[in-house]
């Protein structure tokens, strides 16, 4: 059957950039175009001619414009097949056109909702019941029907038609395809509104995922691996995925990992604080009251490790922060923070050779931007949990004769906040508010252990330790002293809890509980 001529229009739009010119094009090649209420008026603004939906059916908008389009004469017209003569018949018996182009897009649900004051009625009020049901019926019969839902379609749609008079199947079928995606998302996002509304322990009853792609990347983890970067409707807060790129080559799929990382991380302290991360762990961490200061200190404590790694910041990078990364001998892929300063932006974007394609990445606010509930894809399904949030004294107790002094206190507050983003096994070390010693991602705890006080060396005397997870023996304690560590944080429940506590006051080494663990896997 040859693709049916392009004779009538329903054009019914919320988004309303581009539909201007888009109908001045379907006008010029002589296409009758019905519209309703607000676009109608639109497009007559526009010196466009257009057909009200309510003069061609007979019937006006009612309920304060919730009944529009919802009418057998539009949805016959759209919903018979052509070749179909019983259905020739009954559009001829009732006097129904038939519409060939169904241009439609959705009133403004996901916009409503970003809105922190909306009302549950302002999100009701802004849930499409037409124009979800023309694009369904354009769609569905779309072996005569065009149906767009995007302005991105636009150019194509009207090519075609301007060089046949009609649309071929296969850009129908293309375009199909996208408006039950489009019609799928917006449902999905009205139906993860109100679903968290009622949740069990926190979480959702169901989760309804529809992802739009937004970026192919070069690879994935390894060269020989596809990879693209999707979006999330709704989604608040830090957004890495429409983050702002000022500078620098593609981000790959290891930095976004590592960025995604960068942030949760400096999410965890109000004071200005500076990450540098490698392979989804953090290799130097610290705070000061001078950004700059937080950066050289965070620098300092593995500056092997930190070569090829990304920068997170959790305020605005200065000039003399900047100053700091030119005239340092490091090489770094991606920054990230909420703001760049001009100034620093021009500094960090000029010679030597590694500054001209390092990536500059501006997130915005990271305040209150924390994700409400974490995926991970398994095989047959998906684990997901609440995000691991920190906590500061809640349900901690110290368990040994001796106790931490007031600074060691903030010490161990500090380390604490930073080993729940380290890969497990992890044990942190840490003085004067940064790390000096990390040890990561180890099978034994104890390994871990020697791992950040090799990293630490003689820095490592004086400072604090805190570990994600129970130590199983005393031997950690044992190395720990020996280094020179006075002071340990670390959640308790070991079995041999009172073997480990009885090495600690053997040693002189204070030791605090606190009753919550902070696995990374």
Same mark, same amino acid.
């Given at each position: ?5 392009i004779c ?7 988004e309303k950039?581009?539909?201007d010119?888009?109908?001045k094009?379907?006008m010029?090649?002589g296409?009758?175009i019905?519209?309703t209420?607000?676009t ?5 603004k ?22 529009k389009?919802l009418h057998?004469?539009?949805?016959s017209?759209?919903l018979?097949?052509r070749?179909?003569?019983s259905?020739a018949? #009954? ?10 182009? %169904? ?13 922190? +004051?909306v009302?549950?009625?302002q999100?009701?009020e802004q849930?499409?019941i037409?124009g979800?049901?023309?694009?369904r019926a354009?769609?569905?019969?779309y072996?005569?029907?065009?149906v ?5 379609q ?5 090519? /075609? ?8 199947l296969q850009?129908r079928r ?5 408006a039950?995606?489009h019609t799928a998302r917006?449902?999905s996002?009205?139906?993860d ?5 009622? #949740?069990?322990v926190?979480?959702p009853p169901?989760i ?11 690879y994935?983890e390894?060269? =020989?691996?596809?990879?693209?970067v ?7 807060g830090a957004d890495l %995925?429409?983050?702002k /790129?000022?500078h620098g080559?593609?981000l790959?799929y290891n ?5 995604d990382?960068a942030?949760?991380?400096m999410q965890?302290f109000?004071?200005p604080a500076?990450?540098v991360l490698?392979h989804? +762990?953090?290799c130097?961490v610290a705070?000061?009251v001078?950004l700059a ?8 404590c593995?500056?092997?490790?930190a070569?090829?790694s990304?920068?997170?910041f959790?305020?605005?990078?200065d000039?003399?922060?900047?100053e700091f990364?030119?005239h340092g001998?490091?090489?770094v ?5 909420p703001?760049?300063?001009p100034?620093a932006?021009?500094l960090?974007?000029t010679?030597p050779?590694w500054r001209?394609?390092v990536?500059?990445?501006e997130i915005?606010?990271? +305040?209150?931007?924390e994700?409400?509930?974490?995926l991970r /894809? ?5 684990l997901?949990?609440?995000p ?6 809640n349900?901690?107790?110290? %368990?040994?004769?001796a106790a931490p002094?007031p600074?060691d ?8 906040n930073?080993v729940? =983003?380290?890969?497990?096994n ?7 508010n940064a ?7 180890q099978m ?5 252990v020697d791992?950040?006080i090799?990293k ?8 604090v330790?805190?570990?994600d997870?129970f130590f199983p023996?005393p ?6 002293? =020996? ?5 340990i944080?670390q ?6 809890d009172d073997d480990?506590?009885? %090495? ?7 030791m605090?509980?606190?009753?919550r663990?902070?696995?990374? =896997?």
């Open positions: 059957m040859e693709s049916p001529k009538r229009a329903l054009i019914s739009v919320s950039r581009g539909i010119d888009f109908a094009g379907l010029d090649r296409v009758t019905y519209s209420g607000g109608a008026t639109f497009l007559k526009a010196g466009i001619d257009v057909v009200d939906i309510a003069e061609y059916t007979g019937f006006p908008e009612i309920l304060d414009g919730r009944v389009t057998p004469k539009v949805f017209g759209i018979a097949r070749e179909n003569e259905h018949q #009954t559009l001829k018996e009732f006097d129904i056109a038939t519409i060939e182009l %169904v241009v439609v897009n959705l009133y403004p649900f996901e916009a409503t909702i970003a809105n922190e +004051n009302t549950e009625q999100a009701i849930i499409d037409g979800p049901s023309l694009i354009a769609a569905k019969n072996e005569s029907v065009t767009a839902t995007g302005a991105e636009y150019a194509a749609i009207l090519g /075609q038609i301007r060089q046949n008079g009609r649309t071929s850009l293309e375009l199909m395809a996208a039950f995606e917006y449902d996002i009205i139906a509104y109100f679903s968290t509304k009622e #949740t069990v926190g979480l169901t309804n995922l529809t992802l739009k792609r937004e970026k192919s990347l070069r994935g390894n060269s =020989h691996q596809a990879a693209a999707y979006s999330v409707p709704g989604s608040s %995925v429409l983050a /790129q000022l080559k593609e790959s930095n976004l990992l590592d960025l990382s942030i949760f991380l965890s109000p004071e500076c990450c490698k989804n +762990n953090p130097g705070i000061d001078k200061i937080a950066c050289e200190k965070a620098f300092m593995d500056p092997v490790s070569y090829g990304i920068l997170g959790n305020r605005p990078v000039v003399a922060t900047t990364l030119c001998d490091f090489f892929e991606a920054i990230l923070a703001k760049f300063e100034d932006i021009e960090l974007t010679k050779k001209a394609n990536r500059l990445i915005g606010s990271l +305040n209150g931007s994700q409400p509930i974490e /894809q398994i095989h047959g399904g998906f997901v949990q609440q691991d949030s920190s906590e500061r004294y349900h901690w107790k110290v %368990v040994t004769d002094s600074n206190r903030m010490q161990l507050d500090f380390a604490w930073v729940r =983003h380290v890969k497990s992890a044990i942190v070390l840490a003085k004067e790390t000096v010693g990390i040890g990561a991602g034994s705890r104890v390994d871990s791992i950040a090799n630490a060396g003689p820095r490592g005397a004086g400072s330790m805190a570990s997870a023996f031997d950690s304690i044992e190395r720990a002293a =020996h280094a020179g560590i006075l002071t944080v959640p308790g429940g070991s079995v041999r480990v506590i009885e %090495v600690c006051n053997r040693l002189g080494v204070s605090i509980f606190t009753g663990r902070h696995f990374r =896997h």
